[in-house]
């Protein structure tokens, strides 16, 4: 009795300790962290604004390739940024910028080369039809700019998006983000939402027939149910692979068959590649290009990665919808976006990615992880599943194969293990279950095998604590 009271308190104990590391709302607690100086002002940070790691935040000041360091000197390495797309501070693209800042920085109202040049060099990266190129500063605004063209184009208002999916910080993108707005006041009457083409925990999975069709099917359903209540379908936003939504890989062919019944609602496509463009996913330049040589989105979105730090965004959309927004006049105008210096950041960034082949880096990489991951999977029985393509990869944690529910604790333990360990990951989905790599593209097989033996390491733990009924404490 006294050791099953033992274990019990010790269960408990083990839950409080983990549920201080989710990172959820605890954000503004300790958020100065040991590496804080004293306040010089009377500026405060709000807990709106998240810290990785809140309770013992990391304070970076350097940066090079696939590695962090901090005020000390230590090296992390980096699987979390794919901002930094061909590594943190890339010397070429460093330079890129800092050439062009001594010559000439305005907006793009004066005929410049860079901008034509840049436009010129991201066509040749995407399908013809996709020939006008609106640029801007963040994932956000070109979200927004492509939800105006698709209402223009269409004469409609409303928009499909995917559950749990997000697409930027605006209000018009808080409302199609059901990450956010189901936090808030809810769904609007005029967005729809489709489930998730999850093949691991959605309805449709890897023994259905055909979840391409299935999930999509869900999507014709959702916009029928619209049009019953007189709504118009004006686009259907979705990241090309849902990244937010936990590290989704959807079932090839699926996206043609949405575009069908969103087209036959009078609709536009739009691909959201913030995240997963650029390379990432190994085998193609646009993750949206997993999907099959004939599907072509409406409009596509860049962001994050496309000026590896510096913000740049941008709208690649075909001469139809944009005639249709030329035809408003109304001018579109923004201070910032395709400036000389963006657009020769921009530039750089694909010539990097071309002279270093980091596309193919990304597919021989990601597919050794995977495998890595994948013998993981066989050891561990907290790891669910592992899916990804190229450098984009979800490892799923769950408490047990029955019931798959998230092992939301236990993965924010495992990415706080690994930090102390000097890795940094962090953890995605709707449970945030789900270990999510994304690292610099120039992540190397040498820092693959070095986390996974890390990682192996740190469950290998946790197991023999979870057997010995051990708390998962973690150093103060
Ligand atoms: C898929 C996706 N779309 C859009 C955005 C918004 O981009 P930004 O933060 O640059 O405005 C994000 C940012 O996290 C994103 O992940």
New binding site residues.
Partial sequence: MAADRRAKADTLALRRQLIRYPGRGWAARGCAGRHAHAPRTHARRTSSCRLFFPEDPVKIVRAQGQYMYDEQGAEYIDCINNVAHVGHCHPLVVQAAHEQNQVLNTNSRYLHDNIVDYAQRLSETLPEQLCVFYFLN????A?DLALRLARHYTGHQDVVVLDHA????LSSLIDISPYKFRNLDGQKEWVHVAPLPDTYRGPYQKDHPNPAVAYANEVKRVVSSAQEKGRKIAAFFA?SLP??GGQIIPPAGYFSQVAEHIHRAGGVFVA?E??VGFGRVGKHFWAFQLQGKDFVPDIVTM??SIGNGHPV?CVATTQPVARAFEATGVEYFNTFGGSPVSCAVGLAVLNVLEKEQLQAHASSVGSFLMELLGQQKIKHPIIGDVRGVGLFIGVDLIKDEATRTPATEEAAYLVSRLKENYILLSTDGPGRNILKFKPPMCFSLDNAQHVVAKLDAILTDMEEKVRSCETLRLQP
């Fill in positions: 963040s994932g956000s605004e979200n997000y697409h930027g910080h990241e990244s937010v959201d913030i995240q962001g994050k965004a």
